[in-house]
Nanobody
Framework: VQLQASGGGSVQAGDSLKLSCAASGIDFIKYVMGWFRQAPGKEREIVAV????????YYADSVKGRFTISRDSAKNTVTLQMNSLKPEDTAVYYCAAARDIYSDFRDEYQYWGQGTQVTVSS
């Protein structure tokens, strides 16, 4: 199983970034996909979740209205479009996969990508 995240970088406040995560080795449509992030010295926290079909999504309050999660089951990818970025969005972003459960709790996720760094300067 591999979750390969990409798209991170260093940007200015107000800019946009699009993160992508390519999944292999899993039956993608059976997995809920999530994006989490971890800033230095902080716990890993949920950012967004998308259901198996993509019809249901969840966002942390801190990113609601700025970030959009989507998935393409034909390509086995999940993306996170991040707009109006803020310095407090600086973190390592991880994609993760959870079998059979729609959850914002990180312990419910079985598979994790390697993380991609997002740095937002003011």
């Amino acid at each position: 199983v591999q979750l390969q995240a990409s798209g991170g970088g260093s940007v200015q406040a107000g800019d946009s970034l699009k993160l992508s995560c390519a999944a292999s080795g899993i039956d993608f449509i059976k997995y809920v996909m999530g994006w989490f992030r971890q800033a230095p010295g902080k716990e890993r926290e949920i950012v967004a979740v998308i259901s198996w079909s993509g019809g249901r999504t969840y966002y942390a309050d801190s990113v609601k209205g700025r970030f959009t999660i989507s998935r393409d089951s034909a390509k086995n990818t999940v993306t996170l479009q991040m707009n109006s970025l803020k310095p407090e969005d600086t973190a390592v972003y991880y994609c993760a996969a959870a079998r059979d459960i729609y959850s914002d709790f990180r312990d419910e996720y079985q598979y994790w990508g390697q993380g991609t760094q997002v740095t937002v300067s003011s």
